[in-house]
């Protein structure tokens, strides 16, 4: 599963025109690589997949910036 | 600049760099990968050099104040002396920038001086005297907010606080409304009120980066409450995210620097483009502002629909560049204390959709609305209904979100013009959002996306011909002044179309 978020995200990194490596602890959201929509997506897919509640007290979105950390939370679900 | 001239014809592009304007421009342009120019950037002279240049090259964009200037220069100075306590000499400044410029606005600082004029018990204090304890005051209580919600993370405050900050300000301004004028309680409040709005969203953030599990110390977060670079009240994220940027080594500083340097003159000459086309619009050519060709129409003697059309573009592109050289400078400011943050604008007409341009147009205030009111709504509401979800949380940033951050940048329009007034002073700027909310909906959900293989006219030029004809028709509406109404606004649209 970890794999296919991974893929998700070089998808959509790929549709906006990176094409390039990225490593797993660049900023994705931050440094405007993706835009909101995009992380709309793997919120969306999160919840889909993973089973992860949005609304949850502890959901921090500032914590899905990168490839590490979005796998890191997506890991004990999959 | 002869040394970094010297760096700059040291590199690989040496040969190419003498080779003509477009060439130094590529070299120019490149400097912050380029080794020799990093190498002596990172040199005590070089650091020397690039701080000159940049703070004289800030002070002629005329973008801040000469008293901005001398307290951004005191700041770069500490933070380059002292690199490691980057953070704290930010924050440092940052309360000192509080404590001098307590308000966002001239409008308000100018209004919150009228109320202590015309409370008989302040008029012989001086405005500082009477403003710095309420600032004092403000930092204590928003340390004490701060330390209440780390601890209290899963009570209601602790998982809302941005509905706690609305409530708070709700019952201010509540009172304020309620409160004898020409008193010295209605002038403190209302002085209390314009502090805290012009630091309302930087506390959000503040608390937003504490639920991110963020440890940093609470005296510190005080610090970004109206950090030391200034501007309106559009926070640039917050310190979780400024620290993502922060330059770690020597190199990635020196490379920040060059960019804060190549920005800042980008700013300049934006700032020239705007001053050249301002001329030859407004002189050479005598045409009229927006708000002249609004006041004509409105007296009923419209212009030509070609000459408004040509005045509506004319607008759109001051805004642009206007626009840009002040956040760009704000952007500079940041690099240049080693905080390497992306753009606020970033090549706008390049956007093919709505919703790119917006993301490119005011990178940091569509953040606000995404963090505070698009996440929030997309978290809770219609999960089971993807397109429905997102409509609903677009429309609660682009327009919700859109018309809350501008009043509350300016809740003391509420003195002035009480309730019904301010909305009616708001009457525009709401449609404005109605339909900017409406647009970027169906721009997201649009499945059909401009795409390469549609050839060059429809993936090029027709998208970017829409987004830039949308966005220049919209800045007709996108007024906060109260200027003339939406009825006559309407009018004049329905003029440039024939109607």
Redesign the interface.
């Known amino acids: 599963m970890g794999k296919d978020i991974r893929s998700l995200i070089l998808g959509m990194l790929a549709e906006r025109g990176h094409a390039g490596p990225v490593g797993d602890h660049d900023s994705l959201f931050f440094s405007g690589k993706l835009d909101s929509l995009a992380a709309t997506e793997v919120m969306m897919a999160l919840e889909r997949d993973f089973g992860i509640d949005l609304a949850d007290a502890d959901f921090d979105v500032t914590q899905l910036d990168t490839l590490a950390q979005i796998e890191a939370l997506a890991a004990p679900r999959a | 600049m002869p040394d970094l001239g010297r760096a700059l014809t040291q590199s690989p592009d040496a040969a190419a760099a003498v080779g003509g304007p477009l060439a130094w421009r590529r070299a120019w342009l490149g400097m912050d990968r380029n080794p020799a120019a990093l190498a002596f950037a990172a040199t005590p002279a070089g650091a020397v050099l690039l701080h000159s240049a940049f703070l004289l090259v800030l002070a002629a964009s005329n973008q801040v104040s000469a008293a901005s200037v001398a307290l951004i220069s005191l700041t770069l100075l500490a933070c380059a002396l002292w690199p490691a306590r980057r953070l704290a000499t930010v924050a440092i400044s940052g309360i000192v920038y509080l404590l001098l410029r307590p308000f966002r606005y001239e409008q308000q600082r100018l209004f919150v001086e009228r109320t202590q004029d015309s409370a008989p018990e302040l008029t012989e204090l001086a405005h500082l005297a009477v403003q710095a304890p309420l600032v004092l005051g403000f930092i204590a209580i928003c340390g004490l907010a701060l330390r209440v919600h780390r601890r209290f993370?899963?009570t209601f405050f602790?998982?809302r606080p941005v509905v706690g900050q609305f409530a708070t300000l709700g019952v201010l301004l509540a009172l304020g409304l309620l409160l004898e004028p020409e008193t010295a309680a209605y002038a403190l409040l209302w002085t209390f009120i314009a502090i805290y709005s012009g630091a309302f969203f930087f506390l959000a953030y503040a608390f937003?980066?504490q639920?991110?599990?963020d440890e940093t110390p609470t005296l510190q977060r005080l610090g970004f409450l109206r950090p030391f670079w200034g501007g309106p009240s559009i926070p640039f994220?917050g310190l979780?995210?400024l620290r993502?940027?922060e330059a770690k080594t020597p190199e990635a500083l020196a490379a920040t620097r060059l960019k804060a340097l190549k920005l800042i003159v980008w700013a300049v000459l934006l700032v020239a483009g705007n001053a050249i086309l301002s001329r030859l619009f407004y002189e050479a050519a005598d045409w009229p502002t927006l708000n002249e060709a609004l006041t004509a129409t409105a007296e009923g003697r419209p212009l030509p629909a070609l000459a408004g059309w040509g005045v509506v573009f004319k607008n759109f592109v001051v805004t642009m560049l206007t626009v840009g050289a002040f956040w760009h400078a704000m952007v500079a400011v940041i690099r240049m204390a080693g905080f390497c943050i992306?753009r606020n604008m970033?090549r706008p007409l390049t956007a093919r959709t709505l919703?790119?341009f917006w993301?490119r147009y005011l990178?940091y205030f569509?953040?606000v609305l995404?963090?505070f009111f698009?996440?929030p709504a997309?978290?809770?509401w219609f999960?089971n209904h993807?397109r429905l979800r997102?409509a609903c949380?677009t429309f609660c940033a682009a327009c919700v979100g859109n018309v809350l951050f501008s009043l509350v940048a300016q809740a003391h329009l509420l003195a002035e013009h009480g309730v019904l007034g301010t909305l009616v002073r708001f009457e525009s700027y709401i449609f404005y959002a109605v339909v900017l909310a409406f647009a970027l909906v169906i721009s997201?959900l649009r499945k059909r996306k401009p795409r390469p293989e549609d050839g060059f006219l429809r993936y090029s030029v027709i998208p970017r011909i829409g987004v830039i004809g949308f966005f220049a028709l919209m800045q007709i509406f996108a007024d906060e002044t109260g200027h003339l109404g939406l009825a006559e606004r309407l009018d004049f649209t329905l003029a440039l179309l024939g109607l």
């Open positions: 993370r899963t602790g998982r937003a980066d639920r991110g599990k994220k979780t995210y993502t940027f992306p970033a919703a790119e993301n990178f569509k953040e995404v963090d698009f996440f997309f978290a809770r999960k993807p997102i949380a997201q």
